[in-house]
């Protein structure tokens, strides 16, 4: 398996983010065939493809389209929610997909949105993605004219109206329920769940939210047929994925794989392998929220279960390659740094635990650290694990969790040694978060004490 | 009508037309505080919230609680030019630090900080999705990709010939 591109499809010889490039290469037929189907025989496609979500939590997309009412059982409206805040670091795909075929994503909202019987559909774009913004916005403005959007989509009479909304700078907002709180205009701070969007989303609607690129898969299903392309991939791993390649690697950007595909095929085949005569360390394969692989599992496939069995995830497809100049206390103290920076402060494992982490990194790193406090830290992730109100606690909590017990032994040696045994060597050495510029005056809160 | 009554007025016109869009109105609280920044110079004074507030009919503690939520709204003045450079882990690998410190150099301030001349802001941003192409740096708001250290003194320069 290797690079296969379906959503990208034409892309390279062709500008698709012209509707008359992309409607000579059949787009739109997939939203004219969907709209000759009754809503269940769309969602019984989307069923069949078994497509999981690409965001990063993997949820079968058919089945969450399903949780959904149907248009005539309630008498509310039925949103739907594009989740396009795009901001997991080590992934930059959608917005890939976004400039390059915005048609393609268009259509499958209102495939979508057809679908769940939407008459309102909201694309909650990332604030920093401006050239995105201006590009989508002129495609939605071709497919409006077009008569693809709007009133009396394709002469069906069903009205979509699709609304771009502009996110503003926050990581937590591209969390569900965070985000429908930004759309509603309040602070994007995650509501508890149930109930789940499916049944009161936004304005307490039932609300599909599905993730860019899943939603760009829509039209390549209804072409193939669900069943077709449930047989690219492997099991469980249906289609393709846009992998974001960054870091330590020859030629990193967006790789449009089938699943399965190993992580040696994208690093060393399409990525070039690892510049400057270096070693590989250690991957990060879905976005710095999940656990780290160490260099010796290189062989492992893309595939959400062969990710699962080595310990990790697939989640955002965000693959991050380190070599072996990178301190991994440097690491863990920056990823430990942007969640905390991140954290929306409504719960309090994340908001206090994020902190905890910080502190306690920067005492390892500094050799100012105890035996102790090295088992403190891993004290504060598991007790942040599996006790906040959304992901964003235990995406800081696992990966930390996974430096540490991957790689022991350079802890280990931060405290023996009394600090970095990189020397100032690291890759990483003097990195500046946002997070000690913008709040400066916090930092005596910051440094909270530690009792070991 | 005095020239100032008359930004405003428009500013409450264009909140509005963008309200219109939203089955409520309050969602269209960050278009409107994009809106007001923008109108501002670059960030939101009192007067902003106050101007977003009476337009979507909500106090202007509720505006700025929302603002101070969001790393895009600005709680105070910033220079006329914006550069920032993101620091997260695949940019950081690929040396963010090194473009950062040429930046502090040309400019002759410390990250998070503006220029005396009030010309530009710098500061550090958390991954801005461009990790491919490291070093990711935002020169008002157009993303540059990548940057190295040596590319730095040419996009000051840019910047002070602008200005």
Request: glycine share 12%; proline share 5%.
């Amino acid at each position: 398996m290797a690079r296969r591109e379906l959503l990208l499809e034409h892309a390279d010889e062709r500008d698709l983010t012209q509707l008359a490039e992309y409607e000579a290469v059949g787009g739109y037929a997939s939203l004219r065939k969907a709209l000759g189907m009754e809503r269940q025989a769309v969602l019984d496609e989307l069923l069949a493809a078994n497509v999981r979500g690409r965001g990063g939590a993997g949820f079968p997309m058919g089945r969450k389209a399903s949780f959904l009412p149907k248009p005539g059982d309630t008498a509310k409206p039925i949103y739907l929610v594009v989740n396009a805040d795009e901001s997991e670091p080590g992934t930059f795909k959608d917005r890939e997909l976004m400039v390059r075929v915005p048609h393609t994503f268009v259509e499958g909202i209102v495939i979508a949105s057809y679908t769940i019987g939407a008459a309102h559909a909201f694309v909650y774009l990332r604030g920093e993605y401006l050239t995105e913004y201006e590009i989508l916005v002129a495609a939605l403005e071709e497919a409006r004219a077009a008569g693809y959007v709007g009133r009396n989509v394709l002469d069906s009479g069903w009205d979509l109206t699709v609304v771009v909304h502009r996110g503003a700078g926050a990581y937590i907002c591209g969390e569900e329920t965070g985000l429908l709180e930004s759309l509603e205009g309040s602070r994007g701070q995650p509501r508890t769940k149930p109930p789940f969007p499916a049944i009161s989303g936004l304005y307490a609607s039932p609300t599909l939210i599905n993730n860019v690129e899943t939603l760009a898969t829509v039209p390549k299903i209804l072409e193939l047929g669900g069943k077709k392309y449930a047989r690219i991939g492997v099991e469980n791993s249906a289609g393709t994925r846009v992998f974001s390649l960054s870091g330590n690697v020859a030629r990193g950007g967006n790789y449009e794989l089938e699943l399965g595909t190993t992580l040696r095929e994208l690093i060393y085949d399409i990525g070039g392998g690892i510049p400057d005569g270096r070693e590989l360390k250690a991957i990060i394969p879905g976005g710095s929220s999940v656990p780290v692989l160490s260099a010796g599992q290189v062989d492992t496939p893309l595939d959400f279960d062969s990710m699962a069995e080595a310990g990790t995830m697939l989640g955002s497809g965000g693959v991050i390659v380190i070599d072996d100049r990178c301190c991994m206390v440097q690491l863990g103290l920056r990823v430990a740094q942007f969640y905390m920076h991140e954290s929306c402060g409504k719960c309090t494992p994340c908001r206090e635990g994020t902190r905890w982490m910080v502190q306690l990194l920067r005492k390892i790193e500094y050799g100012e650290a105890t035996q102790g406090e090295l088992d403190v830290l891993l004290n504060v992730c598991d007790r942040i694990l599996g006790n906040c109100l959304c992901p964003l606690g235990d995406a800081a909590a696992m990966p930390v969790a996974s430096y540490v017990a991957t790689f022991r032994e350079e802890y280990q040696r931060h405290i023996d040694e009394g600090g970095c045994p990189f020397g100032g060597e690291s890759s990483l050495e003097g990195v500046i978060a946002p997070v000690d510029q913008h709040h400066a005056h916090l930092r005596g809160q910051i440094e909270v004490p530690i009792h070991a | 009508m005095s020239a100032a009554r008359a930004r405003t007025k428009s500013l409450y016109d264009r909140i509005r037309a963008v309200a219109a869009e939203y089955p409520e109105r309050r969602s269209a609280i960050m278009p409107a505080l994009r809106l007001a920044q923008e109108e501002h110079g670059g960030w939101l004074p009192p007067e902003a919230f106050r101007e977003v507030a009476e337009a979507l009919e909500v106090t202007p503690a509720y505006c700025h609680a929302v603002a101070s939520f969001y790393d895009m709204f600005h709680l105070a003045p910033v220079g006329r030019h914006m550069v920032e450079v993101c620091t997260n882990v695949s940019c950081a690998l690929v040396g963010a630090q090194q473009v950062l410190a040429a930046f502090e150099r040309e400019l002759g301030v410390d990250a998070g900080d503006t220029t005396e001349d009030g010309e530009v802001t710098l500061r550090t941003v958390e991954c801005y999705g461009g990790c491919g192409w490291g070093t990711v740096v935002a020169v008002d708001h157009r993303y540059r990709e990548p940057v190295r250290p040596e590319d730095v003194p040419g996009i000051v320069r840019e910047l002070r010939r602008g200005a």
